[in-house]
């Protein structure tokens, strides 16, 4: 089997969708008997440090990872990556180079696999799609890239369809996120009780669900303002599954200032140490939101069909791949976000027999095309040509 070097800014325990699916898709590769090592950055060691690797071993195989500790800019970060990528290659050589996020890690990638002749492929993700090609981003590195790698993979139709444009190849693979359906799955209500209880769930409250950084494209906003709007005609809360950046900390003391009552309700669990425990979380909620106004293909959403929660997300990116409206949830276009309170309402408003099913079409959906055994299939497919 081949060896390879997974490159990714982010990797667990870092949080976000970037490490998620990282360590998610390190796991397929893994499971299919490659040879790994991931090449990550970490904002906790001395510019230009390389931990001791870590070796760890999973149920699906063996992981080696290397830490470098970040400069301040990229401009010393990368020089002294390639200097990392190059010993790798030295002591063993690198059979594919796989960079998980079009920049840094996607282009550092690709000019190594030039440098070296070795097969490059990139993800293309969703944020390094649709913000690189606007200023500040570097629209060129971003062309060069998607251009000169071997392969290019898209978490999503939609983002498959910009790279075309950019780069105008045909060979654009289509790998979406997946979720574990064994962990991710519905619990009965009688065991959430007591967990209710401890974030603070009030007797009787609707608890609307977000998992995830809460952030501008997040649709953080219309998350604060759908809950007003169902405050006006009965209890809720807002239970925020995951941390809160200084933006967003920032907007909910203004909220606080405008709207007290409101903000009083709204829950943030900060970050949850096991997928466990985001299952626990998730099925506490009766409607979970993903009002998003750009995105690749949200896993939190993913999971959230997945324990057969009733959702209601933006049409944004490649979520409407996911959902079909009034089957598997509820879309609502990006210009009538400001309409999530009222479509909640509506949702809440449909017999609790109705929201089940919607749930369990959810779930069915996401076992059959969202699979963990979907995506080692078509990693298995996508690296075939590549074996040594």
């Excluded at 959902?323 to 809440?348: D, I, N, P, W, Y």
Aim: aromatic share 6%.
């Amino acid at each position: 089997m081949s060896h390879i070097v997974f490159l990714s800014e982010r990797f667990p325990p870092d949080l976000g969708g970037v490490a998620r699916s990282a360590g998610r898709i390190a796991a397929s590769l893994t499971s299919l008997g490659h040879s790994l090592e991931i090449v990550t950055w970490s904002r906790y060691l001395q510019p230009g440090e390389v931990a001791p690797p870590e070796v760890i071993e999973t149920e699906t195989g063996t992981l080696t990872i290397h830490r470098m500790g970040l400069y301040r800019h990229w401009d010393g970060t990368m020089p002294h990556t390639l200097n990392l990528l190059d010993w790798l290659h030295q002591d063993r050589p690198i059979d594919v180079i796989w960079g998980h996020y079009l920049f840094p890690a996607g282009f550092l990638a690709t000019w190594f696999g030039q440098l070296n002749h070795c097969p490059c492929i990139v993800s293309a993700r969703g944020n390094d799609v649709d913000r690189a090609i606007f200023p500040p981003g570097d629209f060129a590195r971003l062309q060069w890239t998607l251009s000169h790698a071997s392969l290019v993979t898209a978490v999503s139709q939609d983002i498959a369809r910009k790279v075309k444009i950019l780069s105008d190849r045909n060979d654009i693979t289509t790998l979406p996120n997946t979720v574990d359906t064994n962990l991710f799955c519905a619990t009965p209500p009688t065991e959430n009780q007591t967990l209710r209880q401890q974030v603070g769930i009030a007797e009787g409250e609707i608890v609307l669900g977000f998992s995830g950084e809460l952030r501008e494209k997040k649709g953080q906003r219309f998350l604060l303002q759908a809950l007003t709007q169902v405050l006006a005609t009965r209890p809720a809360c807002l239970l925020v599954m995951g941390e809160l950046r200084t933006a967003a900390q920032s907007l909910l003391q203004t909220f606080a200032l405008d709207h007290p009552e409101a903000a009083e309700r709204v829950i943030v669990t900060g970050h949850l140490p096991s997928q466990a425990d985001v299952v626990k979380h998730l099925n506490l909620c009766d409607v979970y939101l993903q009002p998003s106004l750009w995105e690749g293909m949200p896993n939190a959403l993913l999971e959230a069909m997945a324990c057969e929660r009733c959702c209601i997300a933006s049409d944004a990116g490649g979520i409407p791949e996911v959902m079909t409206h009034g089957e598997t949830g509820f879309l609502l276009m990006r210009s009538q976000l400001h309409q999530l309170g009222h479509a909640v309402l509506e949702c809440l408003a449909l017999p609790t027999e109705k929201r089940q099913a919607i749930g369990k079409q959810a779930r069915q959906f996401i076992q059959k095309q969202h699979g963990l055994k979907t995506e080692a299939l078509m990693l298995e497919k996508i690296l075939h040509k590549y074996r040594p």
